[in-house]
């Protein structure tokens, strides 16, 4: 019953390093979703898939790229990490349907210093 | 452009009174609603929505209110328990069935015992 899995948990970074984070999904839906979340700013979209090899930018793309080679799973990747994305990073999922309700992983704590 | 506003970044209440969030939107095409929930180093959960076909919404202690002449809607929580106490966000999506959703910055609800 895992639902989303964000990897890893926690991650400090210097700046101008790269990393991807991993985000999977067991429950065969359809659209994935990143987003950052930071203090008195909610939630803003990075980047999302409406389904395998598609993608899309959100609100907030720059500094950003996403990979959907397998339906299941969701890559973020920073490649010259700037001390701005110091943030919280939430993947989420949703199935295909008029309702869309989206299923969050626990998140990713990002520093970079 | 902060197109979903929740206005109260925090809000106490005693534990058994009601509970009521408040969310504005700006956007006349949002046509669905949604309520998450956020527990900290959780991922938000999916609490409640309401289409606007409707201007109200119940589940058990929760029950969403949408007035779409003002643009507004609100969460209200009763009996108001200690394990109520989160961060709750409002989303808004547009043309029921829309991928995107667009998240308000979050109220920050306390139950004092």
């Known amino acids: 019953n895992a639902g989303v899995t964000q990897t890893p948990k926690f991650r400090v970074l210097k700046t101008g390093q790269s990393m991807t984070l991993l985000c999977a999904q067991d429950?065969?839906?359809?659209?994935m979703y990143w987003y950052r979340q930071d203090p008195g700013m909610g939630l803003r979209l990075i980047h999302y898939s409406v389904g395998e090899g598609t993608t899309a930018k959100g609100e907030v793309p720059d500094g950003y790229n996403v990979s959907r080679l397998k339906k299941q799973n969701f890559l973020l990747g920073l490649e010259s990490a700037a001390p701005s994305q110091t943030s919280v990073y939430f993947c989420?999922?949703?199935?295909?349907?008029?309702?869309?309700?989206?299923?969050f992983g626990a998140g990713t704590r990002l520093s970079v210093l | 452009d902060q197109q979903v506003k929740q206005n109260s970044p925090s809000l106490s209440v005693q534990e058994g009174r009601i509970s009521i969030l408040n969310c504005d939107y700006t956007?006349?095409?949002?046509?669905?609603f949604l309520w998450y929930k956020k527990y900290p180093a959780e991922g938000p959960t999916f609490l409640i929505s309401i289409s606007s076909i409707k201007d109200k919404n119940e589940d058990g202690r929760f029950t969403v209110f949408l007035n779409k002449s003002a643009k507004h809607l609100s969460l209200h929580i009763v009996p108001s328990q200690p394990g109520d106490s989160a961060v709750y966000f409002c989303a808004a999506s547009m043309d029921f069935g829309n991928e995107k959703l667009t998240f308000g910055t979050g109220t920050r609800l306390t139950i004092i015992p």
């Open positions: 429950m065969n839906h359809e659209y």
């Open positions: 989420a999922s949703s199935p295909m349907g008029y309702e869309n309700i989206q299923y």
């Open positions: 956007n006349s095409m949002f046509d669905y």
